[in-house]
């Protein structure tokens, strides 16, 4: 095989590549204008957003940890981040973020989302689930004594119901189910192993009395226990209507928090806000873009040329990379893009001035290039990789604006890499021919 017909075969390659990422970078939908023009784009895959591009919420909670001893701090802060994110999740937010700031604070991003207030009820509640047992009045009176001081007004009337040790931090999952034979909406509870012995020993106590499930001190049903149940499985039935189930199963699957939190800062980015913030970014980007493509045109000439439109290639490979895994899009992640092709550039100068110099020594165009290329290669290699060393240390300690613009600046370098020495290399092979040695001056 010919070095003339592997060129010929790279290039094919880099030109279905090329198609194939321009149709995968394309917006779903996109607007942006330029000086007098308006440009409209419609295509197949939408790009996914950040808060600061997409509009939504920006949530700062703080946890009571008053009752919280030092060493358990971590371990508390981390439970109730885990079930944040489950009530975050019920919303259907697309990369809804989650993190700890701190020793106890929670910050919540969620992008996207239009009704904040409810967002904001259903991560602050605190959902309690407790199973109580009968009793005689005398009992009840006993308690009310021992928890308030007072006495049981003499006008209470039964039935009376007191706390169990079985509580919603036993349950493991509940369900919508439907009665077999009403067909009425129900919910199904699976405890955990400690849950299924709880309620194992409960129900063997109070055969032929009432067990009452309560949720936010209101009673939600109060079954008679026939026999024991041992396979750790209840049954929640009562007058709900499908949606009031479906409401209740996503309350309890979403778990209690294990302290109490209290929202301290509320930011709100209006879609409108984002869409300006992007509209800017882009417009940045691409008039930094024709700078570069300009400067390097006049300057290096047909090399120039021919690496404007090897970075065309790369920008558009990069997009279809974000579009496609895909990459959560924010303004730092933008920056990093953006600070990504001027590195991209940064290797077509160090090739350049390589095959400059070579020429100046009397080389052929065909040695000036693969000299140009060969000799550059380290210097390329080793400025990347000391910056992706960086942008790795970015991503591992930094938050969540600052690794979105460490995976952007990740994804540019390795893909410029590929552009430089790949793609302008082929175009300038495949551009040389015997008549080019004539003017040399075109490099």
Same mark, same amino acid.
């Given at each position: 095989?010919?070095? $003339?017909?592997?060129?010929? #075969?790279?290039?094919?390659?880099?030109?279905?590549?090329?198609?194939?990422?321009?149709?995968?970078?394309?917006?779903?939908?996109?607007? &942006?204008?330029?000086?007098?023009?308006?440009?409209?784009?419609?295509?197949?895959?939408?790009?996914?957003?950040?808060?600061?591009?997409?509009?939504?919420?920006?949530?700062?909670?703080?946890?009571?940890?008053?009752?919280?001893?030092?060493?358990?701090?971590?371990?508390?802060?981390?439970? $109730?981040?885990?079930?944040?994110?489950?009530?975050?999740?019920?919303?259907?937010? =697309?990369?809804?973020?989650?993190?700890?700031?701190?020793?106890?604070?929670?910050?919540?991003?969620?992008?996207?989302?239009?009704?904040?207030?409810? @967002?904001?009820?259903?991560? /602050?509640?605190?959902?309690?689930?407790?199973?109580?047992?009968?009793?005689?009045?005398?009992?009840? *009176?006993?308690?009310?004594?021992?928890?308030?001081?007072?006495?049981?007004?003499?006008?209470?009337?039964?039935?009376?119901?007191?706390?169990?040790?079985?509580?919603?931090?036993?349950?493991?999952?509940?369900?919508? /189910?439907?009665?077999?034979? =009403?067909?009425?909406?129900?919910?199904?509870?699976?405890?955990? !192993?400690?849950?299924?012995?709880?309620?194992? !020993?409960?129900?063997?106590?109070?055969?032929?009395?009432?067990?009452?499930?309560?949720?936010?001190? %209101?009673?939600? =049903?109060?079954? $008679?226990?026939?026999?024991?149940?041992?396979?750790?499985? *209840?049954?929640?039935?009562?007058?709900? $209507?499908?949606?009031?189930?479906?409401?209740?199963?996503?309350?309890?699957?979403?778990? @209690?928090?294990?302290?109490? &939190?209290?929202?301290?800062?509320?930011? =709100?980015?209006?879609?409108?806000? /984002?869409?300006?913030?992007?509209?800017?970014?882009?417009?940045?980007?691409?008039?930094?873009?024709?700078?570069?493509?300009?400067? +390097?045109?006049?300057?290096?000439?047909?090399? %120039?040329?021919?690496?404007?439109?090897?970075?065309?290639?790369?920008?558009?490979?990069?997009?279809?990379?974000?579009?496609?895994?895909?990459?959560?899009?924010?303004?730092?992640?933008?920056?990093?893009?953006?600070?990504?092709?001027?590195?991209?550039?940064? *290797?077509?100068?160090?090739?350049?001035?390589? +095959?400059?110099?070579?020429?100046?020594? /009397?080389?052929?165009?065909?040695?000036?290039?693969?000299?140009?290329?060969?000799?550059?290669?380290?210097?390329?290699?080793?400025?990347? #990789?000391?910056?992706?060393?960086?942008?790795?240390?970015?991503?591992?300690?930094?938050?969540?604006?600052?690794?979105?613009?460490? &995976? @952007?600046?990740?994804?540019?370098?390795?893909?410029? +890499?590929?552009? *430089?020495?790949?793609?302008?290399?082929?175009?300038?092979?495949?551009?040389?021919?015997?008549?080019?040695?004539?003017?040399?001056?075109?490099?």
């Amino acid at each position: 095989m010919s070095k $003339t017909f592997k060129l010929r #075969l790279l290039f094919l390659f880099i030109v279905f590549l090329a198609f194939g990422a321009a149709y995968a970078a394309n917006p779903k939908s996109f607007s &942006i204008k330029i000086y007098k023009w308006q440009i409209n784009i419609a295509a197949k895959f939408p790009y996914h957003l950040g808060l600061d591009l997409r509009g939504g919420a920006h949530l700062i909670y703080e946890a009571d940890m008053k009752d919280i001893t030092a060493g358990k701090i971590g371990e508390v802060m981390d439970g $109730t981040r885990d079930v944040i994110e489950r009530r975050v999740n019920l919303f259907g937010v =697309t990369e809804p973020l989650v993190q700890i700031e701190g020793k106890n604070r929670l910050v919540v991003e969620l992008a996207g989302i239009k009704d904040v207030d409810q @967002a904001i009820k259903m991560i /602050g509640e605190t959902p309690f689930l407790e199973f109580r047992e009968e009793s005689t009045k005398e009992q009840a *009176a006993a308690f009310y004594k021992q928890q308030t001081g007072q006495d049981l007004p003499a006008e209470a009337e039964g039935p009376f119901f007191l706390p169990t040790n079985l509580t919603g931090k036993d349950l493991s999952r509940s369900e919508l /189910g439907f009665n077999s034979t =009403t067909g009425a909406p129900e919910v199904n509870l699976e405890f955990n !192993d400690k849950g299924k012995q709880l309620f194992a !020993d409960l129900t063997a106590k109070n055969i032929g009395k009432r067990v009452a499930i309560y949720l936010d001190g %209101g009673v939600i =049903t109060a079954p $008679t226990v026939q026999e024991a149940i041992k396979e750790g499985k *209840a049954v929640i039935s009562g007058q709900f $209507t499908v949606d009031e189930a479906r409401t209740l199963v996503k309350r309890l699957n979403a778990g @209690a928090l294990p302290v109490p &939190i209290k929202l301290i800062s509320q930011q =709100t980015i209006g879609a409108t806000l /984002g869409q300006e913030s992007l509209e800017k970014s882009l417009k940045a980007g691409m008039y930094g873009f024709l700078l570069i493509a300009l400067f +390097m045109i006049l300057y290096y000439r047909l090399p %120039g040329l021919l690496a404007s439109i090897a970075l065309i290639i790369y920008l558009l490979i990069v997009l279809a990379i974000f579009n496609l895994i895909p990459i959560t899009l924010t303004l730092a992640g933008i920056a990093g893009l953006i600070l990504s092709i001027g590195m991209a550039v940064d *290797a077509n100068v160090l090739i350049f001035e390589r +095959m400059r110099e070579e020429l100046f020594a /009397g080389r052929s165009l065909n040695m000036a290039i693969e000299d140009g290329f060969n000799r550059a290669w380290p210097s390329i290699r080793d400025s990347n #990789l000391t910056t992706l060393i960086t942008a790795l240390a970015l991503f591992w300690f930094g938050s969540g604006t600052i690794k979105g613009f460490a &995976i @952007a600046l990740s994804v540019g370098i390795l893909v410029s +890499m590929f552009s *430089a020495i790949i793609v302008t290399k082929t175009f300038l092979l495949l551009a040389l021919t015997p008549r080019l040695e004539k003017y040399k001056n075109l490099f």
